[in-house]
């Protein structure tokens, strides 16, 4: 069997084959192109040594980049292309899952190297020369039977050399709509506590990239198989949410009021996430936005105020997966905010500073996880998201100002207009001036304001 290597590593092998060596692409790209879907990372290997590598390639145009030689992995960069090439290796490791081996030995077996990595679906390599697939795993198989399983029929031994592997099962099994094979997924329950041995940023991109599966391959469709909802449930079933989201173990059977929920707290969570649009900063704000309700219950006996609970779990959860701190900032806002106006009862006045407040970008943020909230419930009660996208749409249109920079009166107009100085009491007036063209955007013009300045 072949498949079509793409043009831009045609170089790459014609630089190998000029060193007498094969190198072969492996992983995603030989998977997906057998799949028919969009390459997927592009990753090489070959026999030859990060050191022969490095010697031989400049010559051909090829530059090489020191990765992680101990491993065998250099980056070579020629054009636009940036890949990453591993030498054939055999790895043995100890007790733990951070994927730290005691050894690593470089050979010269395409086969040897197969058996170290993960599922057989990504162990299928192809000669960037001819195109010819290699299957030393049987993993052209198991794309047949749709099923996700290890290289290796000791599935204890893939995973426990990497845990976060057990991550990975779930995010392919739920990009692909693959199944999962049962003696790979029992592996995985024994070895997912694993996973506090590795780095919470290894942890936060495999959470993330779950959270999205459904966004991954378009072209696929959606369907339950490729929900955000079947990864989150897999992850439940794993028992792992003490290394992601420990609040979730608490949210689990949590009763909510039947008029308004048909879920309890942790699968409601799931439903709005996938309902969610396909953001990393929306799924995730959807995923924690009623975080809050276990300890806010147990605190004080009811759930109100759960949003304001769920901001500080939610900047804690995600600071601890080290996420960025803009990121952190944002979506625990939205977990904040995701209760404003729940009764529908605020003037629109009062929304259309609270909008013009939160600015354009927010706002539209906190209508999107307002409705996702609204579907994630079960039930048609979405009055309160039309009210809020309506107005929206129309502080859009009418030329609110979302910020007070969206005056039509600079600083300087404003001192001579008003007779102030640059100071605390001019802040003041600009801040009255916007607050005042927030509820009447038609008088946000330089003869009103200075008019009203001089008022």
């Not at 065998?72 to 292309?81: N, Q, R, W």
């Not at 999205?212 to 992850?235: I, M, W």
Request: proline share 5%; glycine share 6%.
């Amino acid at each position: 069997m072949k498949i079509t290597i793409p043009a831009e590593l045609l170089p790459l092998a014609e630089a190998f084959r000029k060193e007498n060596a094969s190198i072969y692409a492996v992983g995603g790209l030989v998977r997906n192109a057998l799949l028919n879907l969009p390459p997927s990372d592009i990753d090489v290997c070959s026999c030859l040594t990060p050191e022969q590598v490095a010697e031989a390639m400049p010559k051909h145009g090829i530059r090489v980049i020191e990765k992680a030689a101990e491993m065998g992995t250099v980056e070579l960069h020629f054009g636009a292309v940036r890949v990453e090439h591993t030498t054939f290796r055999r790895e043995s490791y100890g007790d733990g899952g951070a994927h730290r081996p005691n050894d690593v030995a470089f050979g010269e077996s395409l086969s040897d190297d197969a058996w170290r990595r993960d599922f057989s679906v990504n162990a299928m390599y192809a000669d960037l020369g001819t195109g010819e697939v290699d299957d030393p795993t049987h993993g052209l198989a198991d794309l047949e039977r749709r099923i996700i399983r290890t290289t290796s029929e000791e599935p204890d031994d893939i995973l426990r050399s990497d845990a976060l592997r057990v991550l990975r099962l779930v995010r392919f099994a739920c990009e692909l709509g693959f199944a999962i094979d049962e003696d790979t997924w029992a592996a995985a329950k024994r070895n997912a506590p694993k996973l506090r041995d590795i780095a919470a940023e290894r942890r936060r991109e495999e959470f993330v990239k779950i959270l999205l599966t459904d966004a991954r391959y378009p072209a696929l469709g959606r369907d339950e198989l490729r929900s955000p909802v079947r990864g989150l449930r897999l992850l439940d079933e794993l028992d792992v949410w003490a290394v992601l989201v420990p609040e979730f173990d608490l949210a689990r059977g949590m009763a909510q009021r039947p008029d308004h929920h048909r879920f309890d707290v942790l699968e409601h969570s799931f439903q709005v996430c996938a309902a969610a649009p396909p953001t990393e900063k929306l799924r995730l704000a959807a995923l924690l936005h009623d975080v809050g309700k276990p300890d806010c219950k147990r605190e004080t006996g009811v759930q109100y105020d759960h949003d304001k609970y769920g901001e500080r779990i939610a900047k804690r959860v995600l600071t601890d997966l080290r996420f960025p701190t803009r990121m952190v900032g944002e979506v625990s806002a939205l977990v904040g905010g995701h209760m404003y106006d729940i009764q529908h009862q605020a003037k629109k006045d009062t929304l259309r500073v609270r909008f013009a407040t939160w600015g354009r970008e927010r706002t539209l943020e906190q209508i999107l996880l307002r409705e996702a909230d609204i579907r994630g419930c079960g039930y048609d009660t979405d009055y309160v998201a039309r009210d809020w996208r309506a107005l929206y749409e129309t502080m859009l249109s009418d030329g609110t100002p979302f910020s007070e920079r969206e005056l039509a009166i600079s600083g300087e107009q404003l001192m001579e207009a008003s007779g102030l100085p640059a100071g605390k009491e001019l802040g003041e007036l600009k801040k009255r001036l916007f607050l005042h063209c927030v509820k009447h955007p038609k008088e946000n013009t330089l003869s009103r304001l200075t008019q009203l300045a001089k008022r």
